[in-house]
């Protein structure tokens, strides 16, 4: 009986534990008062928002086809992120689904991205977002793409 209680309260202290640091959001965890300030102030550039709804401001990767990933873009190097536009330029990879997706291969084709419209956030109408995103292919562009194509954000 005492060694069946002793694993019990093991069990639970440990279940505690997992269940406190799983349901503390980073945000929450304590932070050193200048980081905390910084982290807190607004900002009047527009943000990019991710396949997970996160607010993003000049990220190195960014997640295209969000429900199959079958296109991303890579290594982002920005020189504008500003009130009404951002510019880059980077790698689109998108996978060819020869003969179908899953068995489809990855080619690499370099880009020029754009950001602009940018709009209140539905999810956090404190901050705007950009709305539409154009990537004009410098050189190769996958099968049945154009040069420049447009594509709305999600919101």
Known sequence: ??????????????????????????AARSVSAPAAQTARQPTDLPVLVDC?????IRPADFMLACGDGNSRL???????????SARAKGVNWVNDCKPY????????????????????????????????????????????????VSYPLWD
Not at 74 to 84: E, F, I, P, V, Y
Not at 136 to 148: F, N, S
């Open 74 to 84: 890579a290594s982002l190097r920005w020189s504008r992120w500003g009130t009404d």
């Open 101 to 148: 997706c899953a068995a489809g291969r990855f080619h690499a084709y370099p880009v020029t991205v754009r950001l602009d419209h940018p709009q209140p956030w539905k999810k956090r109408p404190q901050l705007s977002h950009y709305s539409r995103i154009t990537l004009e292919y410098t050189d190769r562009r996958p099968e049945r793409y154009a040069q420049t």
């Open 1 to 26: 009986m005492r060694m069946r209680a002793l694993t019990t309260a093991v069990t639970l202290c440990a279940v505690a534990s997992l269940a406190t640091a799983a349901g503390t959001p980073p």
């Open 52 to 56: 997970f709804w996160h607010p993003h």
